[in-house]
């Protein structure tokens, strides 16, 4: 069996330095707070290319913390209209509808699978404040058009970097290209820990006040509480976990980007479409989407001979129960033909040649 990831195998790559990690942690006695967050935070501002870096619980409280922390220092209002590609993880929707915000859903290019930048300016209202670009798929969905719309409509601009952590645009990372990011450090993620964990990363200090307090429990200075926060902490353990992945990443999306060309130059199944082919820089392929009009089929065929694949994903977020009363009935026909035709194909880091090869070989003769 192919498995999609095997997380087993990632984890052993750089298994000795990781365990060696865990172990000082456990013997140090300190669990929160302390110098591996510290020393996690500096270096992954300094990867990303921002001032500032907050390690929190997770990627989704990541993105609440940036839109919360926008309504706390009075730059946004609950009301206030985020635009957000509507074929994204559920995640980067919530955290804009946990803050009282409306989510307005733009559709993708169904050629890059990213947010469609024509598609923007017809969404902008009086009350559109902010967009949140997703780099979905581990693909740079930045463009200069959608920086200008921007400064011209004055909204602030917040990447959800979940899938994207190394990825560059003109030789910066994903994550420094706006005014905030939220990261995801879930562990199928590029950069994944061995449970949960997030980051936000931003050059705006009074932002980063801010989260840094929000994240824990609303308190700038122990046992003084400026804001309702909540506990939304990153623990040491996963922050000295994530600080050995750091310096690992780019030779891992290197890895990646190695089966992406194997599959970008072999793949060659006419029922088979992949999505237009960006130099490898701006993209670390988090994943590695598909298109077929036959893809349950497609996929079946794959499991019967052997191979995992995942649905990356099925049900858009404006046909999910949860947003009945906020979209019911609404249709986004190039969102929901992707969920219908999206695969997902295995790639990582610890795929081999064989695996590489195998998968190829079967879709062509689908
Ligand atoms: C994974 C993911 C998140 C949320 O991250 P968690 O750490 O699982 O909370 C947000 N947005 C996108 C696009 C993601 O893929």
């Known amino acids: 069996m192919i498995p999609f990831l095997s997380l087993k195998d990632v984890t052993a790559l750089h298994g000795d330095e990781i365990n060696a990690a865990v172990t000082r942690v456990v013997n140090s ?21 921002t001032k500032h870096c907050i390690g929190c619980a997770n990627g989704l409280d990541a993105l609440i913390w940036i839109y919360r922390a926008y309504i706390e220092l009075g730059m946004m209002q609950p009301g206030d209209e985020v635009i957000v590609p ?10 804009i ?23 923007i300016e017809a969404a902008i209202t009086p009350r559109t404040k902010s967009i949140l670009l997703v780099h979905l798929y581990g693909r740079c969905a930045y463009t200069e058009k959608i920086g200008e719309l921007c400064q011209r409509y004055r909204l602030h601009l917040v990447e959800d970097n979940a899938q994207a952590h190394g990825c560059t645009y003109n030789g910066r990372k ?3 290209l706006a005014e905030a ?20 990363t931003t050059d705006n200090k009074e932002l980063a006040d801010c ?10 200075k122990k046992y003084v509480f400026k804001y309702c926060g909540r506990n939304s902490r990153l623990d040491e353990i996963q922050a000295a976990v994530l600080d050995v992945k750091l310096r690992h990443l780019d030779e891992d999306n290197r890895m990646r980007q190695e089966v992406a060309a194997y599959y970008y130059d072999n793949i060659n199944n006419p029922l088979v479409t992949l999505p237009t082919r960006l130099p490898d ?28 694949t995942l649905i990356h994903y099925p049900i858009p977020p404006h046909l999910q129960e949860c947003y009945k009363g906020e979209w019911g009935g609404m249709q986004l026909p190039i969102t ?31």
């Not at 989260?211 to 700038?220: K, P």
């Not at 998968?359 to 003769?365: A, G, P």
């Open 29 to 49: 006695g300190w669990y929160l707070q302390g110098q591996e967050n510290e020393a996690f935070e500096s270096h992954y501002a300094q990867y990303i290319g």
């Open 86 to 95: 509507a074929n994204t993880y559920i995640a980067s929707i919530l955290a």
């Open 97 to 119: 509808t946990e803050n009282g915000l409306k989510a307005v859903l733009v559709e993708p290019n169904p050629e890059t699978l990213e947010l469609d930048d024509s598609k």
């Open 174 to 176: 994903t994550g420094s």
């Open 181 to 200: 990011a939220g990261h995801s450090f879930y562990p199928g993620k590029n950069l994944g820990a061995l449970g949960d964990g997030g980051a936000v």
């Open 211 to 220: 989260i840094r307090a929000l994240a824990n429990y609303g308190s700038t």
């Open 281 to 308: 820089e701006n993209n670390v392929y988090h994943l590695f989407p598909i298109l077929c009009e036959r893809r349950d089929e497609l996929q079946d065929y794959l499991k019967q001979n052997g191979v995992q």
């Open 336 to 366: 929901e033909r992707l969920a219908k035709q999206e695969l997902s194909l295995p790639i990582s880091q610890v795929m081999k040649p064989s695996e590489m090869d195998s998968v190829v070989r079967l879709l062509n003769e689908f």
